[in-house]
């Protein structure tokens, strides 16, 4: 059987990051914390060797901090430690348990009846967009038709099944233990019809033939989710039906170079997990927190640069296996950090910087690096974005003057004739209720945008679209996103962004009263 070499065209992408953390927030976690990932080494290096005098760093550092686990800790140290630790392994844990509790199915199917979930190693399909009653992942949207699942790469890598789309915009997410993509898969790249393996860092067996491209995740955890367009039409969803029962993800050793089918809308339903209310499922428990953290170091090697971090951390959780008193210091500085830390992450202004007009967006979400402010604040408030050159977020929960939305007032935002989120895929704008989920109403209206066909323009050519609990009037009523008599918040999509989205010379709309 002739085989395909690997492609390292991503394999080593990350390897020149440098370090993007915020210094405000890690100046909370502890100075000493933060003195260990302030400097990125190729930065360190590059410094040392421009004055002549000091040889390139070697890992001596790192060696050296692991002489740590023989030193007494003080307690005041421990929390100190564990306090950024927590922050900085939050979206590791978030992936594992997500991992554990959505894969414990015996075929695909609908957690709760709304929710795909599969076995390790494959995806369950939406028909339709995903239901408004879903509460486990936060910020979905109503503009396409959801697969989710899991992997475990290193021991069965995935076959990722992809039909003829047509001109039908598509892209398929893969993303690591720490929400960083590494598939590139969709419209936008021009995947061709066939089929596209996934495989794990320690993956080290033959590709077959027939393989359109190869992609090596950086952890064994893979998350997937391909993502297929929906008009907001009977039509069109009866149309795209055939296609999505092409849409597969299998294990490596079912592939025998044919095109799979599955009838998604015959999957059965199960049992929803514990922890469902009104906000997101708690993923996190921070009394569980240095329990979980040795298991998941074990399963995610460190970045470039990371080495001092893990091993001053591993330290701490060492001295704390044979000290019951910093054991309970540690979790007690879990529990502190969740209830300190966690929470302000909902807030869109600390998602990434600023895009104008009291909007936020982040920079390059799914390709985080060191980034751990942002990283861990999407984990939080929207967690499994796309790559941001196949998907730019913008969103706020404020108006154009800093007043936080609230559906008491009646809001409205134009995009002037010709400023239309410049995409070459299409773009909605979504409402949430304070926990990111979508706010039930009459309409069953949730977002607006390419996918509806009723929209009302101005005279001048420029769209004006509406927010509140009350109806802006029967003749605007088509362009209005009902919202809860609370809090809300507001979030714009661009799919396959053109660069002048990217780049932020695009601006989003003004938000104003009405």
Known sequence: M???PIDQSKMNRRDTMKLGVGTAALATMGAGAAASVAVAPDVAQAQQSAKGAVPPPTNS???SLSA?????LSKEYVQMVGRFAYFWAWPLVNSFNRRVALTSVPEPGLRGGVLPNAPLGQVCMLTDYISPEQRFVACPNQDVAYGFGFASLDENPVIYQVPD???????????DARTDSFAEIGQQYGSKPGFYLLVGPNWTGKVPEGII???RSSTELAALCPRVFLNDTAEDKRAVL????????YPLSQFDGKMKTKDWTKVPHFPTPSGAESGEVKWVDPEKFFGELPDVLDRVPPLPGEDTTYAMVRSVLTAAEKDPELKQALKEAAIAADKELIPPLFHWKHNGPAAGNAWYSPVKNADFGAD????TAVSKSNMYENRFNETKYVFTDTDAEGTPLNGNSTYALTFPSGQLPPVNGFWSLTLYNKHHFFNPNPLQRFSLGTKNQGLQKNADGSLTLYAGAKSPGSDKESNW????ATPFSLYIRAYWPKQEVIDGSWKPPVIRKA
């Open 372 to 375: 751990y402010v942002v990283r």
């Open 242 to 249: 055939p296609i999505l029962s092409q849409v597969m993800a």
């Open 61 to 63: 550092t790192a060696k």
């Open 68 to 72: 740590t686990a023989n030193t007494a």
């Open 481 to 484: 996103l009902p919202a809860p």
């Open 2 to 4: 002739k085989t395909a």
């Open 165 to 175: 789309f047509g001109n039908r915009f598509f892209v398929y997410a893969a993303w």
């Open 213 to 215: 491209k190869t992609f």
